[in-house]
């Protein structure tokens, strides 16, 4: 079989899996798992099959392409194209290995789930999806699979739809990534506009030789949806409320699928955001603001899924901040290195949520015992924590190097492909916020992880070793967590050639930041954790002894009413509120942006409607019933004067014709 074949049978069956799981899933519910894992896993094996066919470590450049004309538009042409580079192959192993994880983990999460047919049946669709964006050589058929993302995160995150926060998230992130998709759409038309094609060879040809006649305006179009799909400032706000969704979605949303989608078009489509100075600019002040501003509110949340989500944010700046500064080698490296350590973490957020039976931080920290219960959660998540962190010698570190690295070379002058007007500004845009971020990312990881697993208190709930598809999957991530940083010295190969490895400066300044906010945030936590003892706060609201799926339902529903807000519990114990002291109110919210968009956006929407409402009824419709009324009036008068009395109609008659003769004498003489 060609390559080209089995490049074409990775999407594919994940969708005939989705297709399978749909038609069969209450008729034979014994083949719902079967149909879920193993295309899934078949999808994954294929696309490792074609990475190493691809070859791209054998230089840059050796691409596989082919198309077909897909159909004929009578103006500029849609084909149905694959492109096979380094970057394709190996985000493609990606999409495949998490899925066939977050799948595998899904059978056990979510056992007697009534909607489990429906729930893996779009998980492989949503799957098939980000494959079908990985492998698309046409920006067309690439948005097909961006948009079917889409509407598969609006079913997922609402597959608790009992819960309101499922309700409202679900329809916050469809209605969010839609604001970004609109001009989206209007770039990808714009750009084909000027090269004559939606292959993107043929508008990357364009780009290079400088034909294209408004690039500003086309990568912010562009950039606009990447900040809705990648959740970058200020389109960010649909992916913490996303947590509402289960545990396994979260996992594949955050690590492989939709957030990463944005990165990887940015990364194809960089030299069209290299044509513009202005766009490089505002991709990396983005970035900036995007990763400082998710790590702040990462200190100050009290739903462990919620300081993972805001992770995920700040870790997508990193990646659109090598973007920024021309390095799409060091972006995709962090995007590999991040699907595999965040994977890990959410998947063993869930562990740790079914065994406490409580996603709330300020609940564990009352409660001892925990790592004890999850071992296999514990060290695995430590290590995952560790890589988030950036501590060498973790895959975080050596993907976040290549990152900061890379803004470096761009201060100095020395960015590849990349206007010099852009390369300083952009490069120490980047510089300076990773660095921050990097102290800030070390602090919430280290809290998340002494709240979590070394409360005191009460003795966390016994149920016993949770199930071995949960465990497995956990430790087949941390494989890809604790060694995949070696390969920085492999993928220049596969990728455009230049070096990812640490430099000296970069790597001793952001290494020192990440240890000055472990030790900070752990003096801060012996300073507050004995007000933990003194201060009761709520009650874990869930049965662990449930299913993992209830626990976490019940978790959801009940956090508001337990812990004073979803957004993070008041309590005094949390070192994240000594961190950051009066900045905590600002940051547990998320800087109020979601309010920013009430003023700016939903209360104007609304009085529009109000307004409509009223002219609709008020004027339309009075127009509407004067029109019936009139002929009713009319109809009532005529019918009175039909009596049925003779001498009245001839009456009326005379009457009449008098009346017509006078005007006819008048008329006449001219009166």
């Not at 920290?365 to 959660?377: E, I, Q, T």
């Not at 956006?601 to 004067?626: I, M, N, W």
Request: glycine residues 10%; aromatic residues 8%; charged residues 10%.
């Amino acid at each position: 079989m060609s390559t080209t074949t089995t490049a074409v049978l990775v999407p594919l069956l994940p969708f005939l899996g989705a297709v399978a799981g749909l038609l069969t899933g209450r008729r034979a519910p014994g083949f719902v798992r079967p149909l879920a894992v193993l295309p899934t896993l078949a999808a994954a094996v294929l696309a490792v099959v074609v990475a190493c066919r691809q070859g791209g470590g054998s230089g840059p450049g050796e691409a596989i392409d082919a198309a077909t004309r897909l159909t004929p538009t009578g103006s500029v042409p849609i084909d149905l194209a694959l492109h096979l580079d380094g970057f394709a192959v190996l985000v493609a192993v990606l999409v495949g290995v998490v899925a066939t994880c977050v799948q595998l983990y899904s059978t056990a999460y979510l056992r007697d789930d009534p909607r489990y047919p429906s729930y893996a049946a779009l998980v492989s669709l949503f799957t098939s999806a980000m494959l079908l964006v990985v492998y698309s050589g046409d920006l067309m058929v690439l948005l097909v699979g961006w948009e079917v993302m889409g509407i598969c995160s609006y079913f997922l995150v609402g597959h608790y739809w009992e819960t309101e926060a499922a309700r409202a998230a679900s329809l916050k992130a469809f209605l969010v990534t839609k604001l970004g998709d609109v001009p989206f759409l209007i770039g990808v038309f714009a750009l084909a506009a000027d090269a004559g094609t939606f292959r993107i060879n043929g508008i990357l040809t364009t780009a290079a030789a400088g034909h294209l006649t408004h690039p500003t305006l086309e990568a912010l179009l562009l950039l606009a949806g990447v900040a809705g799909k990648s959740a970058q400032f200020p389109l960010h706000t649909w992916l913490p409320d996303a947590m509402a969704g289960p545990t396994p979605v979260s996992a594949l949303i955050h690590a492989a699928t939709m957030v990463a989608a944005g990165v990887y078009l940015v990364a194809r489509l960089l030299p069209v955001f290299a044509a513009s100075a202005a766009a490089l600019v505002v991709l990396a002040v983005t970035a900036a603001v995007t990763m400082v501003g998710s790590a702040l509110a990462a200190l100050a949340q009290d739903d462990i899924k919620r300081v993972l989500a805001y992770s995920t944010v700040g870790q997508l700046g990193y990646m659109t901040g090598a973007l920024a500064v021309g390095d799409r080698g060091a972006a995709v490296f962090h995007l590999l290195s991040h699907g595999a350590f965040k994977a890990l973490l959410f998947l063993g957020a869930g562990v740790v949520i079914h065994a406490a039976g409580t996603n709330s931080l300020a609940a564990t920290s009352r409660m001892s015992g925990l790592a004890r219960r999850v071992p296999d959660a514990y060290w695995t998540m430590t290590v995952g924590l560790l890589a988030l962190a950036a501590i060498p010698p973790f895959s975080g570190f050596f993907s976040k190097e290549a990152v900061l690295g890379a803004a470096e070379r761009a201060t100095a002058g020395e960015a590849h492909g990349i206007p010099a007007a852009a390369a300083g500004p952009a490069g120490w845009t980047v510089l300076v916020a990773g660095l921050l971020t990097a102290v800030l990312t070390a602090a919430y990881a280290a809290r998340l992880w002494l709240l979590a697993f070394h409360g005191r208190g009460t003795q966390a709930p016994d149920h016993g070793r949770e199930p071995a598809a949960m465990t497995t999957v956990l430790w087949v991530l941390f494989v890809p967590t604790a060694a995949f940083g070696l390969a920085a010295w492999q993928l220049p190969g596969w990728f455009d050639g230049r070096s990812l490895t640490p430099t000296l400066t970069t790597s001793v300044l952001s290494t020192g930041c990440a240890l000055a906010g472990v030790l900070v945030t752990y003096a801060a936590w012996r300073r507050s954790a004995a007000l933990a003892a003194r201060t009761p706060l709520g009650a874990v609201a869930a049965d662990p002894d449930e299913a993992p799926y209830v626990s976490e339902e019940e978790s959801i529903a009940t956090h508001e009413a337990a812990y004073g807000g979803i957004a993070g519990a008041p309590d005094p114990a949390d070192p994240g509120r000594l961190l950051l002291g009066p900045l905590h109110r600002h940051a547990v919210s998320g800087f109020h942006l979601d309010a920013v968009y009430s003023a700016l956006l939903v209360r104007p929407a609304r009085g529009a409607a109000r307004l409509a409402r009223f002219l609709d009824r008020e004027v339309v419709d009075g127009y509407v019933r004067g029109a019936g009324t009139a002929p009713g009036l009319l109809g009532a008068a005529v019918r009175r004067a039909q009596t049925g009395n003779v001498q009245t109609y001839l009456g009326a008659l005379l009457a009449g014709s008098v009346v017509l003769a006078v005007a006819a004498v008048l008329l006449a003489t001219g009166a």
